[in-house]
């Protein structure tokens, strides 16, 4: 079931086009993400379905409810959309109480007062701050503010939760810590999330799904997997960081026509030398240890290329490696 | 599937007060400010516009141009601002100089006292210099010589003024120069410059735009300042545009177009300056922005010292000093004819103020309600304004932001004339004028400014964040700017109705205007006064003037919200 859908979304500020009839689903209790570089339009369409911007025309409903319809001249304001949206920069109200930021949702939606306690103590619970209600916004720490977001955007039970670049606030390992946990809270409330992102691995961290958003366009959909494994040509392959680009005419078997190969890290093996396959050589050019393994860069035929390794190697050696032909991709 | 097109705001279904805002927010702006700016403006052009008709247009217009007295009255007023305006810089420059060389504990004492000039309304300031200089006044009765032939000229007027006006330059220069820091001069010095050669080449130079840009401001002031030029000027026949204005009013038959022409010219003038000035601050501002502060204190010579004493000790003895003592002396005289004995020391007038029923206490009350009034009423306009302006930034927007600005450079003899011009139409089923509501609606129109410029850059502080969440957790706008931006806002709100505050309770010239038949504000009593000869009872009423606007100022600029206003003080 969908609960959220998107027909023929457009928008132009000015005369750049921000969105090309954009058309999207969101399962129910599922996540997905909208990737893409900035100026992708990823930000312009999550803020169409907040009610934060006005499309220039398109359909969107959650559910039964329409947010948007065109057609039909209709509009909701943001305010009788009830959802649920995660900033960035948490907009959270200074003046307000920890617990007072997450009753807003509440009190705005006419909750009995009774109710609203034992639902703030309910999602304060859920993000670990219970002993953190009666403070204000400005004595916590980033991460701390962030899962308060958190908290009141799950508050009133919404259709929908939009998350905008919810990660990028904070530091590398709490970054993960929060990703784990937004899926986790997501999966447990049986939320369904749309969220914003130009960071891959904060893609990866909190998508069922990822729409890979191009100048206004939809470019790639898929499970992360599906397009960190195939991405569909080599810009999504380039920005995906999904592996090695080489030029076709230097990797051996190539297929005709084909002008460039992605070559995923993985797919990357040291000819052990016994045995004579098929294979280009390359000069090593640095090996560090990270985390449980070497990672080598290697020049072959004036190309820098990654690969993953068990051993360290020495700068300036000379390597055999072989490719895995059955995880190349070949782009014309 | 080509779909039909959303047009921005007719879409909106439900509740979304936006466009209801913007309206409320150009309506009022429009009445208070537009209104009476139009009303001037269509008075210069068409002399019967209110008859309804467009007849004789520019009738007026010419021979009022022409008119040898609004020739005379313009060159003085562009005389006296620009005499003002060079005095004030000489009087300034060495001060904010020496300011910058010395220790933060001295230096905040000297600015302590240079404030003080603020706190006196100027009308109030030039009655304490009469009383000082005047033929028998205190240097006569102390010291055996007055100078009455000078206060009573053109130099003096200019001086007077001066005294009064030039702090404001030395506080923006002073603040330059130690912003520019002793590094450049210090470099100077190792190529070989002479103390004096590095002031006139280094310093000088880098200064000039902050110089200049608040020299427009004390031009601005000067050329919309009533009390001054008509206490002083008119012992000696020397009229100025806005004393000019007044005589149009209170001369019959009264010149209402000849009083637009008039007002116009003013309203030009100030503006411009008042545009310049802008410019200049904020070439300023760019251009320095990057320069670092370090630069260790230099040790001062004990000549040094002594110098920087007797400059700026002369400096407060003359524009706060004296003018204090005068009023403060004046004030427990119980007879003028009395002089300066102990026997003649009172409390009668100072006790007179305070007696219910009577009329001091009445203009107190009146001045005191309608400045809590007003403060109220442009803080919550500027609220408004702010929201419209700041978060809403649809098409509408630019002639809000527009009209917020004008009342910068609209002096308040300008306002009282448009207010007149505007409520005193038989065609209105309801007007203010004729009642002490006009007074209200004149302060909240010479204020707003304020609250406007403070709240709007508070506001563009606020990430927008906080409303889109209030939006998306089902708050509508006047929830998010009731409960969410107004909290968030108060402490500017407050420290910006001090400030409206502190104007309203002593504004003079559009008092004077527009009180309708008895009722008088503070100001208008003082003024009265004077004109009675009932000095001591004007003189007691300018002393409580004083502290009490003086300690609201004082109690606004300690609110955590509150930044030293760039701008005019009245």
Known sequence: MSQLSIRNISKRFGATAILRDISLDVEAGSILTLLGPSGCGKTTLLRIIAGLETPDSGYIAAGERVFVDSDRSLLLPPQQRRLGFVFQDYGLWPHLSVADNIA???????????????????VLEAVRLADHAAKLPEKLSGGQKQRVSIARALAAKPALILFDEPLSNLDANLREELGQEIRQLARQFGQTCVNVTHDRREAQLLSDRIVLMKDGLCHQIGRPEELFRAPVDAWAARF???GNILPAQVVPGATPGATQILIPRSAVQLADGSKEVAGVTAQVLSSLYIDDRYEVVA???GHALKLFADRPLQPGQHVGLQFADAALLHFS | MPAATLTAGAAWQGRSLRPLLLALATLLMLTLIGLPMLAILLYALFPQINEWSLAAPFSALLPNLMDAQLIGATLNSLSLSLGVTLLSCILALPLAFRRAQMS???GRLWDALLLVPFLIPPYIGALSWMQLLQVNGFSEQLLGFNLAGFLYSFPGIVTVMALHLFPMIYFATSKAFAVIGNRYGDVA??????PLQIFARIHLP???PTLLSSGLIVFVLTIEEFGTPEILGSRFGFRVIVTAIHEKFSDWPIDLPGASVLSLILILLAFFAYRLHQRLARRFSSAVENQSLAAPARPVSTAQRLIDLLLFGSAVTLAVLLPLLTIGVSALLDTLSGGLSLDNMSLRHLGGLFVRDGAAWAAISTSLTLALLAALGSVAIAILVA???????????ALLDFLSILPNAIPGMAVAVGLILTWNQPFWPATPYNTPAILLVAYICLTLPYPIRMLTAALKQLPRSLDDAAYISGAGELRVILRILTPLLAPVALAAGFIVFAIASRELVSSLMLAPPGVETVATYVFHQFDQGSINAGMAMSLVTILVSGSIIVLGQRLPGSRQPEGKTQ
């Not at chain 1, 807003?104 to 309910?122: G, N, Y």
């Not at chain 2, 010095?189 to 002479?194: D, L, P």
């Not at chain 2, 929201?387 to 927007?397: E, P």
Request: charged share 25%; glycine share 6%.
């Open chain 2, 104 to 106: 933060t504990r001295q």
């Open chain 2, 189 to 194: 010095r190792v190529f070989g410059g002479s």
């Open chain 1, 240 to 242: 995906l960081d999904a």
């Open chain 2, 387 to 397: 929201f419209t302006v700041v978060r809403l930034r649809t098409r509408g927007t």
């Open chain 2, 206 to 208: 880098m200064v000039l």
């Open chain 1, 104 to 122: 807003f949702p509440l009190k705005m939606a006419k909750t009995p007062k009774a109710q609203i306690k034992i639902r703030v103590a309910e």
């Open chain 1, 299 to 301: 020049e072959v035929a």
